[in-house]
């Protein structure tokens, strides 16, 4: 078997699959064709990130959701779950311990699930720079849903929001206060706001004080939260026409080591998929997703021609002109390029 | 950005409720820089070659304080082999008696650490393990 076949990762093959993950992630050009000819068989899995504190249970709920997910509600039919779990690296060992699985022994032994544990590899924004690569070899083999749970940060997860479709921040209660949760910008990225333990105290409060900042921002800015897909699509071509009835972020009470209220967010889910598909924010947002990862591209490649044209010593004597301020930046510039 | 790391998966077969031991070494080898998946307790066989397929390791330790060693060991290289994956290199740690020790060799695994074993060496023995396979 050549193990970079893309026909063998159509087919299924899981170990095929793995080792494709492997090569991507490790940079190897041969990862990046098996990307090239499976991208045209992509952009129909459904990206679901789950984001929140170190801690508040995303592993558990990943767990649940997996299972929960796994039978279709309106055709009955069976799903593949694809679950890419990122922890983090550590900076100064370059190491990193991957538990998310241990939460996710439920799934073992499900030839419909597929799950992948991710160091971030250096990485800030809660993902691995390969994740997004990971998403696409995962489609393109065929995975209908694809879970994806970034680095516990407990800040805003910018990486996330841009490239999943719908994005389940999870709180807990007694977990640092709530106005710690505006800061950070969670209601900007959520599009369903979890409170998992709800069998803790001061579960309550923690709904109770997010659903209120939820109708705060709904009703009174001048930003209402639900034109948020709109109000970041400005991509040149790929246009938000008239405004389109909004999303309200719903929040759901979650216990998710007793599986209890994962049949609402499970329902949630579906509804914001079948919003984004209705509405067409999902081509908008896949639009905006490839015009951006398009431009990063055309950056590092024009960044990296650069470096290879320009004459070292002219640049070190412009930078010292430039540090003398003998130059002012823009003459510099005119002299490098 | 895109470089190689040695993926590690430590697994504790059997049932025996104890990781710390698992846990130590797991930590130890992330401080050596490797990127290691831990999987929790009472893990089968099956689950195990399961992981190790998914996140495609080179690398396998079991963790084994139940005595169990004999039966758990060859059972789970068994199914790695069955899921096609004869080429992750397989060690033991945890209290083996000495007489089992070549046993386990035959059937394929590295090395067997027992307690107290010095981590780094740990580490190292990965390394020199996956220096003789051909990539
Ligand atoms: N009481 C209670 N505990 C929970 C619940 N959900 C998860 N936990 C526990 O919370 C702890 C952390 O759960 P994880 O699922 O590992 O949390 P996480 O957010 O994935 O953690 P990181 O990946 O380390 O950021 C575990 O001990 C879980 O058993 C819940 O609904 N109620
Ligand atoms: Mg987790």
Redo the contacts with the bound molecule.
Sequence with gaps: MNPLDPAALRQGNRLALSRALTAVENGDPAGQDLISALFPHTGDAHLIGVT?A???????LVNQLARALRKDAKTGEQLKIAIIAV?PTSPFTGGALLG?RI?MQDLTGDSGIFIRSMASRGALGGLAHSTAAFTTLLDGAGFDLILI?TV?AGQAEVDIAQLAHTVIVVEAPGLGDDIQAIKAGILEIADILVV??S??PGAENTVRALSAMLSMAQGGGSLPLASKHLRQSQPGHAKSAEPIPGWQTPVQS????EGQGIADLVKAIQAHGDYLRQTGLWQVKEAQRLEKDLQSLIQDKVMQDWQKSVDPDRYTKTLEDLIQRKLSPMAALQLLT | MAERKIRVLIAKPGLDGHDRGAKVIARALRDAGMEVIYTGLRQTPEMIAEAALQEDVKIVGLSILSGAHNALVPAVIDKLAEAGLDDVKVFVGGIIPENDIPGLMAHGVYAVYGPGTDTTKVAEDIKTALQTQPD
Aim: overall charge negative; proline content about 5%; glycine content about 20%.
């Design positions: 929140g170190p801690g508040t249970g995303k592993s558990t922890d998310d939460r749970e516990g998992n333990k069998d803790q979650v216990i998710a080591t």
